[in-house]
């Protein structure tokens, strides 16, 4: 999601607004249902918290999502995302917002995994010319180099010009996982 500095400006003012725009991206149509049993019949407790009456699941805004893997305020969540849409490190985000490092790189990981699985909800995939590659990756071993090196992990890609891109790990390169 790309913000406009004046939309971001708004949203990092204070707690609160960081977690009504957050919200807004969390509930389809604003329809609040539950996390647990996806029954919409679901009533208000204490807390900003939320409570099935099918299932008795006690839930908030942002159980199960992305935002709620790590423990930092959603203003940090924001700021992260703007950094990371400005392509700095994750070691420069974590000076520039006053975090540990691994925190701001496990951030990171997670906002990379949510915009991969958003993108391989993308059905119309594959419209117009595409890119396709398979690679091996891994640290530095002793020994054979290249594809039939121990520990290399194969990942495929396929990229849409000025679309989406898809990656996976696949048991190996062979013509029968890369067609799946």
């Known amino acids: 999601m790309h913000m406009k500095t004046q939309d971001f400006e708004s949203i990092i003012l204070t707690e609160n607004k960081a977690r ?94 949510s915009i991969l699985a958003s993108a391989q909800g993308a059905r119309d995939f594959l419209g117009g010319a595409i890119e396709l590659d398979e690679s091996c990756f891994g640290g530095r071993r002793k020994g054979k180099r290249g594809r039939g090196a121990a520990c290399k992990v194969p990942v495929f890609g396929i990229l849409e010009r000025n679309g989406v891109v898809r990656v996976d790990v696949i048991k190996d390169v062979t013509a029968r996982p890369l067609l799946r």
Not at 22 to 42: D, E, G, N, T
Not at 90 to 110: E, H, K, M, N
């Open 20 to 113: 009504l725009y957050f919200r807004k991206y969390c509930w389809q149509k604003r329809h609040v249902f539950c996390a647990q049993c996806r029954s919409y019949k679901i009533y208000r407790i204490a807390g900003r918290k939320y409570r099935c009456k099918r299932c008795h699941y006690t839930f908030h805004d942002f159980t199960g999502r992305w935002v709620n893997k790590l423990h930092c305020s959603l203003k940090t969540w924001a700021w992260l995302i703007k950094l990371l849409e400005l392509e700095i490190s994750a070691l420069r985000a974590a000076v520039q917002c006053g975090i540990s490092y691994p925190t701001a790189l496990r951030a990171y990981d997670l906002l990379r995994y």
